[in-house]
């Protein structure tokens, strides 16, 4: 059966902290990891990742993908509060559609 | 540009009781999906249309009927909704089905089945 399974499911940290989000897959016809981000309403796409170790930076966000571990991780650095939300990985998978993990809820205190 | 637009927004039903709802995108997108959010389920896939005239199940199907009128538009519809139907339903469309593209969200309809 096709999954992507994402940890933790939940993390607390304070404003400045850095975090890594891990998300693992074993789906067929693999085409792309994405990451979204989801706070009140609908989820905002973040990246997408097609190659093995080329890692894609935005801001203080950067995410690599490791096809040989079937992995992918998300960064965040110098964390803020408005940081808090969802983080959903998905995998396009060639044919269907995109298959979400359960996501990461990250909330960032002051 | 409105990108992909979901009526209701928010809905009430009593079990039993019938409704669609409507999703449309002015992207051009050749796939549309309906996807539900329950707390800490993440999106689950229910239904999805690769092109149009073309629709499959997803992973949760059951109780649940989708039309594609047209390219732009995917509908869902509960023919007798029930309490564990109570979720936010997102309505997503991308170019192409698994086309390393990715895909935009609606604004979501939250349903409560009482």
């Known amino acids: 059966e096709d999954k992507v399974v994402q940890s933790p499911l939940s993390l607390v940290v304070h404003e400045g902290d850095t975090v890594t989000l891990n998300c693992s897959y074993e789906?067929?016809?693999?085409?792309?990891l994405l990451w979204y981000k989801q706070e009140k309403k609908a989820p905002t796409f973040l990246f997408m990742l097609?190659?093995?170790?080329i890692e894609k930076k935005s801001g203080r966000l950067s995410s690599i993908l490791d096809k040989k571990e079937l992995s992918s991780i998300l960064n965040i650095t110098a964390t803020q509060t408005g940081d808090s939300a969802i983080y959903l990985c998905?995998?396009?998978?060639?044919?269907?559609?995109?298959?979400f993990g359960k996501g990461t809820t990250l909330s960032v205190s002051s | 540009n409105a990108g992909v637009t979901q009526t209701p927004k928010f809905q009430v039903l009593k079990t039993g009781q019938s409704m669609t709802l409507q999703c449309a995108q002015d992207?051009?997108?050749?796939?549309m999906y309906w996807y539900r959010q329950d707390p800490g389920m993440g999106l689950r896939l229910i239904y999805y249309?690769?092109?149009?005239?073309?629709?499959d199940k997803g992973e949760v199907p059951n109780g649940y009927n989708v039309s594609r009128l047209n390219k732009r538009e995917f509908s869902l519809r509960l023919e007798s909704a029930a309490p564990s139907q109570t979720s936010v339903y997102f309505c997503?469309?991308?170019?192409?089905?698994?086309?390393?593209?990715?895909?935009?969200f609606g604004q979501g309809t939250r349903l409560t089945v009482v």
């Open positions: 997503a469309s991308s170019s192409n089905p698994g086309g390393n593209t990715e895909a935009f």
């Open positions: 789906v067929t016809n693999f085409r792309s």
């Open positions: 097609t190659s093995s170790g």
């Open positions: 998905a995998v396009d998978q060639a044919g269907t559609a995109l298959i």
């Open positions: 992207m051009n997108h050749n796939s």
């Open positions: 249309s690769a092109s149009e005239g073309t629709t």
